[in-house]
């Protein structure tokens, strides 16, 4: 069970988790590669950099133009029969060979494939961190057995800023009319999840109904793995609490014995 100390750390600025990180080529981009390993940087040290794919494969082209540059090592694994795909087992048997070296305070799991949500929880089981990343397509099972989850779509430099839209879509999503306007076209695709946040924070707040930032976000990743303010176009969790006055009051405190000040916020 992932201790409290352990979740202070990964919040911390000064991270010091020791991550292993392992990529799934055939359910992964290498055009995120860049923006995934500095959110990586963010929870702690990627000690160990691996990837799995048959990389004989025109599929796996993208990746082998990246390996060299950030120091991922290859793990070549051969598609021996069509349906069937040895990668996921390689890779679901390496992470539990790194496991029991007992040197890692998490993993950090790259796929779209839920075939490896019985890997997170029984990483989870072991008490280490697992963080999660992939495209909005990732099943929901995965996205929950992980403790954080983080869409790729915002770790694209062109979407940095910009809304994601999660939901399925419909082809009468797709299409424009004449009678649009620019403003209409420009709103936002993924609804705020507003009753989820502000329950959130009514069971995060103290008795006088103020609650911590990192307290608040503690919260809502507990509940929602995959809760992540740039799905919203704020790119940290205080830009968001900051910018929604009509939802939440914030004040800065000086934090007792540091000479540095702590967001507070409460529900208007």
């Known amino acids: 069970m992932v201790t409290p100390r352990q979740v202070a750390r990964i919040e911390s600025e000064d991270p010091t988790l020791r991550l292993a990180v392992l990529i799934d080529a055939d359910n992964a981009q290498a055009a995120v590669i860049e923006g995934l390993l500095a959110e990586i940087a963010r929870f702690g040290e990627a000690t160990v950099r691996r990837i799995y794919g048959d990389f004989t494969a025109p599929t796996s082209a993208s990746w082998k133009k990246v390996l060299q540059q950030y120091a991922i090592k290859p793990i070549h694994q051969f598609t021996y029969t069509t349906?069937?795909?040895?990668?996921?087992?390689?890779?679901?048997?390496?992470?539990?060979?790194?496991?029991?070296?007992?040197?890692?305070?998490?993993?950090?799991?790259?796929?779209?494939?839920?075939?490896?949500?019985?890997?997170?929880?029984r990483l989870r089981e072991e008490g280490l961190m697992v963080l999660g990343f992939g495209e909005k397509k990732t099943p929901m099972a995965f996205r929950n057995a992980c403790h954080k989850f983080v869409f790729t779509e915002v770790l694209r430099p062109s979407t940095e800023a910009e809304p994601v839209d999660l939901r399925p879509k419909v082809e009468s999503e797709q299409k424009t009319t004449r009678s649009q306007t620019p403003a209409e076209t420009t709103e936002p695709k993924l609804k705020f999840p507003k009753k989820f946040v502000l329950s959130a924070l009514e069971q995060s707040t103290d008795d006088a109904g103020w609650a911590q930032l990192g307290t608040f976000g503690s919260y809502l990743t507990k509940l929602q793995p995959d809760f992540d303010s740039r799905l919203y176009g704020y790119k940290k969790l205080s830009d968001l609490v900051k910018a929604r006055t009509d939802l939440f009051v914030t004040e800065e405190r000086q934090a007792s014995g540091a000479n540095q000040k702590v967001l507070y916020l409460r529900a208007k």
Request: with cysteine.
């Open 83 to 121: 349906g069937k795909n040895a990668t996921d087992s390689t890779m679901i048997i390496d992470a539990m060979d790194l496991l029991y070296t007992r040197k890692f305070d998490g993993f950090c799991l790259i796929t779209s494939d839920s075939d490896f949500t019985g890997l997170a929880m």
